[in-house]
């Protein structure tokens, strides 16, 4: 029994995100629980609100205190552990508590189910033709054709009465009160998946398998928190590992939910769950309606499925009793929101994880630098599967230097070598990826002759080439006109690099005019199911060379593909962001994964202007924990996260002279918070990397420090102060801890 709610309005807006204080009455003290959707009066009108806190101490005067006029029943009642959950997140990532709440209930209103109405026979057969009997004589024609199909099949769909029978509701209403036919209700949920096939399972894991599940059981039976990082070059049965853990999960009563990256969540994939625990798994994605993933989360809540795969948002299954959490392909940027609150799934799943004892697997052929980091520290646990299943050989790798290229008079984007191996296995009618590496944000300037990529020397990140001619630095506001001639070398061939798929297939084509050709790109895959159209005709082998973005390099087999080019892999080096060659490393170990999958050596040409940098030279190698040690050093030298942590905060306003003067007085603010400058860093503001959107000026400030909390504090202050202040009813202020994308 509490007498005061304390709510959140349903209102996204700054100024409103603060809970208001209202009388619980006595008819809904025994029903109202925490996360319950409410009525409420607010000035003239009646709103919406969740509550989210139950007390018996008034924050405000009593007598000014009104009571909740309504609670709403068909709102999903959030669990408290959800809302604190939000809480969590708002706390930590910044936001409305609102858009925290949002997040952790993506869908709010409930949808209508699907009933099915079923219509029986009610009375016995002899006494059914006595009546049809009238019917017919009375030339009651629709009453005689239903009773007619009921006597013949006893049951009916309603849906299929009206419609192939074309009687009116009307009649089966008369038919029902003359007590002829009952009509029999169900709810059907909808199932996003269909056409189940019933393949059995028979895999037996092999010994490295079973060794990595034997390491992890322990946890799950203490039903212990504990986060795990399965390293595991990709086919090395890492998804039979995560089915073992699962089902180890569900016979002890408890669920599971399974995240993987929008893009790798592909119809073979979730048949793989399908096959082993049928009905007890259930999909999100965002092709579903809002009332299939309603639907989906009653079914979890009902507890009547157990596992649920899908992409972030899956993480807020509304499951009571969690077992386990599975993030693949942890490494994908996929994983940051980029809308507010700007939470990192990894983060925010291991906090979920902590607070319902759960464990938490994160699974990666080329792990985060930030996870892989942690198990050094203790804080993950790390586990390595580190072989194919089939024992089948890594592709060899080959490194193809550009700047050669253009020296010996080849200006084409394909090189002499790369050129030969694909005419090589058109003639054998051997398949080719061509993969081009687009991660890369605004062009940044490089030498074809040399190599050379102009950076800034304050903060080692490339520098972009702006509309105005001028290159700049998007951490610092550094600025240089640009060079006519390379700065090192002299050439005249400095440049912006930009290449798309589309002028590539075209160059393809040209010259190979026997090959036939596919483009996966954002533009070939808009439409609905294509990507999947595309994948399964390149495995049917209906064309030679599928050329891509980094879509193509997600996890899929095909046995007949030899040869991998890579085009252009220095494009991700070259971000404005620190992370590039963390993601460059990633980007080419997965698409020399693509090679080599089936009776044949794999082989893999990376075509690059910058041969020697080791995210390159390592990713041919395969060589992951080199790769890591040395970029590592490079964050510790740099202070870059995982080492420190970094907060950017970014300022945005229609107009430039306010974005520019509230980041200057919010940089002012931070300073003044500033003890020990040697412990923290401010840096700008500077334009953010896409300095104007939509006529929005966009001005980024860059916090670093070694202390996560320290940040909150920060973010915490600079929020205060921007709310109370005046000075700021014209610009938003947004929050991202350790970004992912560059600003
Ligand atoms: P990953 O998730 O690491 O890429 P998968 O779990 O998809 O690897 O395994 C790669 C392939 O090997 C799949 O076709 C899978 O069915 C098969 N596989 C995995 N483990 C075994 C096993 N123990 N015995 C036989 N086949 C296996
Ligand atoms: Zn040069
Ligand atoms: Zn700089």
Not at 28 to 33: G, N, P, T, W
Not at 56 to 77: C, F, Q, R, W
Not at 82 to 103: D, M, V
Not at 118 to 142: N, P, S
Request: aromatic share 8%; hydrophobic share 35%; proline share 3%.
């Amino acid at each position: 029994m509490s007498r005061f709610a304390n709510i959140i309005v349903d209102i996204s807006h700054e100024k409103l995100d603060k809970t208001f204080q209202y009388i619980v009455p006595d008819e809904f003290q025994d029903i109202l629980e925490v996360g319950m959707l409410v009525k409420i009066p607010f000035g003239p009108r009646k709103i919406k609100g969740y509550v989210i806190e139950l007390t018996d101490v008034a924050e405000y005067d009593i007598t000014k205190l009104k009571p909740i006029a309504e609670v709403v029943k068909d709102g999903i009642s959030i669990e408290s552990r959800l809302i604190a959950l939000a809480a969590w997140i708002k706390k930590n990532y910044g936001g409305t508590f609102n858009q925290a709440l949002k997040t952790v209930i993506p869908v709010k209103q409930k949808q209508n189910h699907i009933i099915k109405k079923t219509l029986i026979l009610a009375t016995d057969e002899v006494y059914a033709r006595e009546q049809l009997a009238i019917f017919e004589r009375k030339h009651y024609t629709a009453k005689a054709r239903l009773l007619k199909a009921l006597i013949e099949f006893k049951k009916i769909d309603q849906i299929e009465a009206t419609r192939k029978l074309n009687v009116s509701t009307a009649v089966i209403r008369n038919l029902e009160e003359n007590g002829l036919l009952k009509i029999q209700q169900e709810t059907t949920y909808r199932n996003p998946v269909k056409n189940i096939s019933n393949k059995g399972y028979d895999i037996i894991l092999n010994d490295m398998q079973k060794q990595v599940v034997d390491t992890i059981s322990p946890s799950i039976d203490k039903l212990e928190h504990k986060t795990y990082l399965l390293k595991g070059v990709t086919g090395s049965g890492k998804t039979e590992v995560y089915m073992e853990l699962i089902d180890k999960v569900i016979k002890s009563g408890k669920q599971a939910i399974v995240l993987i990256p929008e893009i790798a969540l592909t119809y073979q994939t979730v048949m793989r769950f399908y096959n082993r625990f049928r009905d007890l798994v259930s999909v999100m994605n965002s092709k579903l309606s809002p009332g299939e993933r309603y639907d989906q989360f009653e079914r979890a809540k009902n507890g009547e499925i157990s596992i649920m795969i899908g992409p972030r948002s899956a993480l807020f299954t509304p499951f009571n009793n969690l077992g386990i959490i599975i993030i693949d392909e942890e490494h994908e940027s996929s994983y940051k929101n980029e809308t507010i609150p700007k939470y990192h799934t990894r983060e925010v799943a291991i906090y979920r994880a902590q607070k319902e004892n759960a464990v938490v697997v994160l699974g990666s052929a080329t792990p985060s630098i930030d996870s892989y980091y942690k198990t050094k520290s203790g804080e993950y646990e790390l586990v390595e599967l580190n072989q194919r299943i089939a024992k089948k050989p890594l592709p060899t790798c080959e490194i193809v230097d550009l700047r050669e290229e253009l020296k010996q008079g080849n200006k084409s984007i394909l090189s002499r070598k790369l050129q030969q191996k694909i005419e090589d296995r058109l003639q054998k009618k051997q398949q080719i990826i061509l993969f081009i590496n687009r991660r890369g944000l605004a062009g940044f300037v490089s030498c074809r002759a040399c190599g050379e990529v102009i950076k800034c020397p304050h903060c080692d990140v490339s520098l972009s080439q702006h509309r105005n001619g001028k290159l700049m630095c998007h951490y610092c506001g550094y600025t240089i006109p640009m060079p006519k001639v390379c700065p090192s070398c002299s050439s005249k061939y400095i440049a912006g690099f930009r290449a798309g798929t589309q002028k590539i297939e075209e160059l393809v084509k040209r010259r190979f005019p026997q090959a036939r050709v596919l483009r996966m790109d954002f533009d070939t895959t808009r439409k609905k199911d294509s990507y999947e159209q595309i994948i399964s005709s390149f495995s049917k082998q209906e064309a030679d060379i599928l050329i891509g973005t980094q879509m193509i390099v997600k996890g899929h087999d095909f046995s007949n593909v030899t040869l991998v080019g890579v085009l252009a892999a220095d494009l991700s080096l070259n971000t404005s962001d620190f992370r590039g060659a963390e993601r460059t490393f990633q980007l080419l170990t997965q698409a020399a994964g693509r090679a080599g999958r089936g009776k044949e050596l794999g082989e893999v040409i990376i075509q690059t202007y910058e041969p020697d940098h080791y995210a390159v030279n390592l990713a041919c190698q395969q060589n992951y924990v080199d790769f890591y040690e040395k970029e590592i050093s490079y964050r510790r030298l740099m202070r870059y996260p995982p080492i420190w942590n970094m907060l950017v905060i970014m300022c945005s306003s229609k107009n430039e002279d306010i974005a520019n003067a509230s980041s200057q007085d919010i940089t002012n603010e931070l300073h003044k918070k500033i003890d020990n400058p040697r412990e923290v860093q401010i840096i700008g503001p500077a334009d953010a990397v896409i300095s104007k959107i939509n006529d929005t000026y966009r001005k980024v400030i860059y916090i670093r420090t070694e202390e996560y909390s320290k940040l909150v504090e920060f973010k915490d202050y600079i929020e205060n102060y921007v709310r109370d202040n005046k000075d700021f009813s014209r610009t938003i202020v947004q929050f991202d801890f350790n970004p992912i994308s560059g600003f």
